[in-house]
């Protein structure tokens, strides 16, 4: 069909080059595409089912209309029951997991501001779009980072790809860190549970910590999931910051705000921080 042709990339168009990344699913490589740079995550996994790739083909035909400066350009996949791979833009500041963990370009508040309104923009368009795609691994190391600093939401509406690559591979460990309790918990996901990880992303832009680091997954999924315990925050942090995290972190999932209300409530911190500058 014609969407297929629309994003098919041929694997020896490609050129491959360093590995940039290693995912639960896969492999992530610096690549060229007819003269382009682009990154090539290759999944791992090596026979897929024909339902699978359906799936993945769906996936990808959506994906490939998808047009928003804070999310991940898509350029194509190659798709065939021996080698499933993802062909996109590549951001050379890596993953903002890593920026935050290298501790290496000290960020001030005014910026983390400005990354979270990034992610809070890019998610918004993916919840605006119909029907709206629900992200399902919101999380810093899907978060990516542009040379001015720029990060695009990335890894978005290949849930289905992805969770039969990791039953068959067993190759990580799931990220239970950032999953909201009713995903803990089995229960169903939807555009909330993109909030209550948001949240974290939250946490991790105020503390550069690793949420949960001294807990196993079994341990989170107790804590969060059944235990309604939430991470830990510094006194230190802007009230309003605080107030932020807290309302993504609503048990009650209905309670947490929208992309769109979190983006004007960052909008008012962010101009609470240019008039403390300047004066
Ligand atoms: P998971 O598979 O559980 O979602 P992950 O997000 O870390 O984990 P990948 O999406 O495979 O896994 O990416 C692995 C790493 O590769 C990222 O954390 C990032 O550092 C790097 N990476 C992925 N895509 C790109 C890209 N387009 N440009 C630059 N670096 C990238």
């Not at 990354?115 to 899907?142: F, Q, T």
């Not at 992309?259 to 921080?273: A, D, P, S, W």
């Amino acid at each position: 069909n014609s969407d297929c042709l629309e994003y098919e990339i041929l694997w020896d168009d490609l050129t491959v080059g360093e590995e940039i990344g290693q995912g639960s699913c896969g492999t992530v490589f610096r690549g060229l595409w007819f003269g382009s740079v682009v990154a090539v995550k290759v999944f791992s996994k090596v026979e897929y089912s024909e339902e699978a790739i359906q799936s993945f083909r769906q996936e990808v035909a959506l994906m490939k209309r998808l047009r928003h400066p804070n999310v991940l350009l898509f350029m194509g996949a190659v798709t065939s029951p021996q080698r499933l791979c993802i062909v996109s833009e590549l951001l050379p500041r890596g993953s903002l997991f890593q920026l935050l963990q290298r501790k290496t370009s000290k960020l001030d508040w005014r910026r983390r501001i400005l990354m979270a309104l990034d992610i809070a923009r890019g998610m918004n368009y993916l919840h605006c779009c119909s029907p709206p795609i629900v992200h399902r691994d919101l999380k810093s190391s899907n978060l990516l980072v542009d040379r001015n600093l720029t990060v695009k939401v990335a890894d978005f509406g290949l849930s289905r790809v992805k969770h039969e690559t990791y039953l068959t591979t067993k190759s990580g460990k799931g990220t239970p860190q950032w999953m909201a309790p009713e995903v803990l918990r089995n229960e169903s996901a939807d555009e909330k549970s993109d909030i209550y990880s948001f949240g974290v992303v939250l946490w991790e832009l105020a503390t550069e910590k690793i949420p949960w680091e001294t807990l196993n997954s079994m341990q989170v999924i107790g804590a969060v999931g059944f235990m309604n315990q939430r991470l830990e925050i510094p006194k230190d942090i802007d009230p309003l910051w605080i107030s932020l995290m807290e309302s993504c972190w609503h048990n009650d999932a209905k309670l947490r705000p929208t992309f769109q209300e979190l983006t004007e409530r960052l909008r008012e911190l962010q101009r609470k921080y240019t008039i403390q500058f300047q004066s």
